[in-house]
């Protein structure tokens, strides 16, 4: 099977919600306002729900509390809450697909680290919509789970990576094709923007990352967030381009602050996303 194949299996078998759809057509349309969007929002009270428990997060850790889809709006703004949704929807895909041929716990403290590290390194680098970064980082490995639903044994296969060769490297040897690939090629048939599945399916060209702020922003989340899994297999040196540092006026300290911060969040955002999983003590 080719990454085309497992992404037609993902958008066959989950279907976005409908207010994915609708909130994208609502902020591509000038005349629409923040009330229309709140509109579509309440009209789920299920995603209403969760998108204030999202809202109320760590996630955003807003000063005051939002108790109403159209004060979220208001607060956090459209293209925000447009990320809340995916965030959901996410969380809903990555449930419907999940199953025990990978380590669960470890795909979704990967994932969300590097959400909560892409986010913190767009802040640091003055991207106006950081909260896009996250939805960038927490979908990045989303082709894993299409895989372990479709090919069990080859994504066990691929988790059992050596420590002699890189995850994607590893991927592509065994399936011909990297997770990223088919977690773009899933975004791209959801008819999500070219904003979210370039990056993704892009997280491992080095040559675009030098040329492009978004792709190197998920190129450094992603393998910062496997640095802080995996902290005794993969080095700095290893994984870290410095010209893609230079490009984006960052210093090592900088990463290992964020970093740090995400050990410091993750638990709470894994918490909200998947309480099965990660049952507070």
């Given at each position: 099977m080719q990454a085309t194949d497992y992404a037609l299996a993902v958008t066959d078998s989950f279907a976005l919600p409908d207010a994915c759809t609708r909130i994208k057509e609502?902020?591509?349309d000038p005349s629409s306002t923040a009330s229309d969007i709140a509109e579509v929002v309440s009209l789920d009270p299920s995603l209403s729900s969760k998108l204030l428990k999202l809202a109320n997060s760590a996630l955003y850790?807003?000063?005051?509390?939002?108790?109403?889809?159209?004060?979220?709006?208001?607060?956090?703004?459209?293209?925000?809450?447009?990320?809340?949704?995916?965030t959901e929807t996410a969380r809903s895909a990555f449930k419907h697909f999940e199953n025990n041929a990978i380590d669960l716990e470890r795909f979704w403290q990967q994932s969300v680290f590097a959400g909560l590290i892409a986010k913190q390194l767009a802040q640091?680098?003055?991207?106006?919509?950081?909260?896009?970064?996250?939805?960038?980082?927490?979908?990045?490995?989303?082709?894993?789970?299409?895989?372990?639903n479709r090919s069990?044994?080859?994504a066990s296969q691929c988790q059992d990576v050596a420590a002699d060769i890189l995850p994607w490297d590893w991927q592509q040897q065994q399936l011909g094709f990297t997770y990223a690939e088919c977690?773009?090629?899933?975004?791209?048939?959801?008819?999500?923007?070219?904003?979210?599945?370039?990056?993704?399916?892009?997280?491992?060209?080095?040559?675009?990352s030098l040329q492009q702020t978004d792709v190197a922003i998920v190129y450094l989340a992603v393998r910062l967030a496997l640095m802080t899994i995996f902290k005794d297999q993969y080095s700095y040196a290893r994984?870290?381009?410095?010209?893609?540092?230079?490009?984006?006026?960052?210093?090592?300290?900088?990463?290992?602050?964020?970093?740090?911060s995400a050990r410091?969040?993750?638990?709470?955002?894994?918490?909200?996303?998947?309480p099965e999983l990660f049952v507070i003590p």
């Open positions: 609502l902020l591509e850790n807003l000063s005051t509390e939002i108790s109403t889809i159209s004060r979220a709006v208001n607060v956090i703004g459209g293209k925000a809450l447009y990320s809340l949704v995916m640091e680098t003055g991207q106006k919509d950081a909260e896009r970064f996250f939805l960038l980082g927490l979908l990045h490995n989303f082709g894993e789970l299409a895989v372990a069990p044994e080859l977690s773009g090629q899933i975004l791209m048939l959801w008819n999500l923007p070219s904003t979210l599945f370039t990056p993704i399916a892009n997280q491992h060209n080095l040559d675009l994984l870290i381009n410095a010209d893609i540092l230079r490009n984006l006026k960052l210093t090592e300290a900088e990463l290992e602050n964020a970093m740090l410091v969040e993750a638990y709470k955002i894994l918490v909200v996303m998947n």
